[in-house]
């Protein structure tokens, strides 16, 4: 199975400032065949159920803020939001799909405002 | 709007069984492969099992193998996760998810979870 690793767990940022959440996968997401990184992010609020933001390690869904962006390739993945919003304070999640089954979750980044 | 709504939750005592259902409406339900996805309390995400289009072929997580089937009425637009032998550690919300014309998709939608706790 392909472990995801998220770091910080936990992540304290003033609003307007950057934040970022990394992401390392046990092995490399890269599909040379489709030249893509299998790999989205997901934001979580309280009591609600995740929200896709970013799929193709890069790509940005339609209506997600252009504030949030990611980056990275291979096993090594980032996703940074360029300047905090209130809205903003979440739970983070990276996941793989190069592989299924299972698919894999990172452990998560709590996003706070300082 | 693309949509998934998740019932059939409840409290139920270990080894007894569940049956939980997710309705989908807004889009081609025959044309996804959907998931179950679970959050213990205060946890994180677990993938459980996911169905493909056709409803041939299943893949479960080992947590859950053996004990759990996923299955799909593309009739009715609607999935359903049977669950048996229950154990405490499977106290969760479960959430159903839309992933793509194949496996190797993200989520997106998810329905709003019903939470599963099993207790005596």
């Known amino acids: 199975d392909i472990v995801m690793t998220q770091s910080p767990d936990s992540l304290a940022v003033s609003l307007g400032e950057r934040a970022t959440i990394n992401c390392k996968s046990s092995q490399s997401v890269f599909y040379n065949s489709h030249n893509k990184n299998y790999l989205a992010w997901y934001q979580q609020k309280p009591g609600q159920p995740p929200k896709l933001l970013i799929y193709w390690a890069s790509t940005r869904e339609s209506g997600v803020p252009d504030r949030f962006s990611g980056s990275g390739s291979g096993t090594d993945f980032t996703l940074t939001i360029s300047s905090l919003q209130a809205e903003d304070v979440a739970v983070y999640y990276c996941q793989q799909y190069y592989t299924t089954p299972p698919i894999t979750f990172g452990q998560g980044t709590r996003l706070e405002i300082k | 709007q693309v949509q998934l709504v998740e019932s059939g939750g409840g409290v139920v005592q270990p080894g007894r069984s569940l049956r939980l259902s997710c309705a989908a409406s807004?889009?081609?339900?025959?044309?996804?492969?959907i998931h179950w996805v679970r959050q213990a309390p205060g946890k994180g995400l677990e993938w459980v099992a996911v169905?493909?289009?056709?409803?041939?072929?299943?893949y479960y997580a080992d947590s859950v193998k053996g004990r759990f089937t996923i299955s799909r009425d593309n009739s009715q637009n609607t999935l359903y996760l049977q669950m048996n032998s229950l154990r405490a550690e499977d106290t969760a919300v479960y959430y159903c998810?839309?992933?793509?014309?194949?496996?190797?998709?993200?989520?997106?939608?998810w329905g709003q979870g019903t939470l599963v706790t099993v207790s005596s």
């Open positions: 807004g889009f081609t339900f025959s044309s996804y492969a």
């Open positions: 169905i493909s289009n056709d409803g041939i072929n299943t």
């Open positions: 998810a839309r992933g793509g014309h194949d496996y190797l998709y993200w989520f997106d939608p």
